[in-house]
């Protein structure tokens, strides 16, 4: 099976701050990642998605980074807003079935006015 | 476009009870996961359907979950007898074939008592 873990529980920013929450993951053979944005009482939305043949990928005021080597990926958020509080997920999928997700812990991120 | 429906968004149910939780995809979409979130830990995998086979259900904790998905449609869910550990909020996602995002819906939240 896949081990996702996010390296903080909680993450509290400034409103207006870069947010930075990170994730490992232990498979090697994770292929196609995803970060899913939960919001209180909704479920999993996605934000943004990267392959394996990519290390960075940008959206909208998101970035994610990923590290293949260290099997890490990251989630950027720039000018954090008080809408962007919410449990964030990294979600890798195996090379061999991309339908199955793993979904770690969470990182729960306060957004401060 | 539609999103993922669940339903209901909440059931309370006696220890010992049977329920059914239901889950309408997205039009056209053939994958349909459910997954679980209990004690607020990580969103485990149970299942996954591909059109009305069961893909993969390698994540049903026992023999008192049983999916269907008749029809390759709506997919329920039934926990028959439920146990108070069986308390959580239960997701229902589907996406195309191929790596893909998965849509999430609302989530079912079940309180065993």
């Known amino acids: 099976g896949e081990s996702v873990g996010l390296h903080l529980p909680t993450l509290s920013v400034q409103e207006g701050d870069n947010s930075i929450i990170n994730c490992a993951y232990s498979n090697s053979a994770s292929d196609y990642f995803i970060w899913y944005k939960q919001e209180s009482g909704k479920g999993p939305q996605f934000i943004i998605d990267?392959?394996?043949?990519?290390d960075k990928r940008q959206g909208q005021r998101v970035t994610v980074l990923l590290n293949k080597t260290v099997k890490h990926l990251s989630l950027q958020i720039a000018a954090t807003q008080p809408g962007d509080s919410a449990v964030y997920f990294c979600a890798p999928s195996p090379r061999d079935n991309f339908n199955k997700f793993y979904f770690g812990s969470g990182t729960k991120l306060n957004v401060k006015p | 476009e539609a999103g993922v429906t669940q339903f209901p968004s909440h059931s309370v149910i006696e220890k010992g009870q049977t329920v059914t939780l239901r889950c309408d995809p997205i039009?056209?979409?053939?994958?349909l996961y459910w997954y679980r979130r209990v004690m607020g830990k990580e969103i485990k995998f149970l299942l996954h359907f591909v059109k009305e086979s069961k893909q993969d259900e390698s994540g049903m904790p026992n023999n008192r979950f049983l999916a269907e998905r008749t029809g390759g449609t709506y997919s329920t869910l039934k926990v028959q007898p439920a146990e108070l550990e069986d308390s959580g909020v239960y997701f229902c996602a589907s996406s195309r074939q191929g790596p893909n995002r998965a849509f999430f819906g609302q989530g079912t939240r079940l309180t065993v008592v």
């Open positions: 990267i392959r394996s043949n990519m």
């Open positions: 039009s056209g979409h053939d994958n």
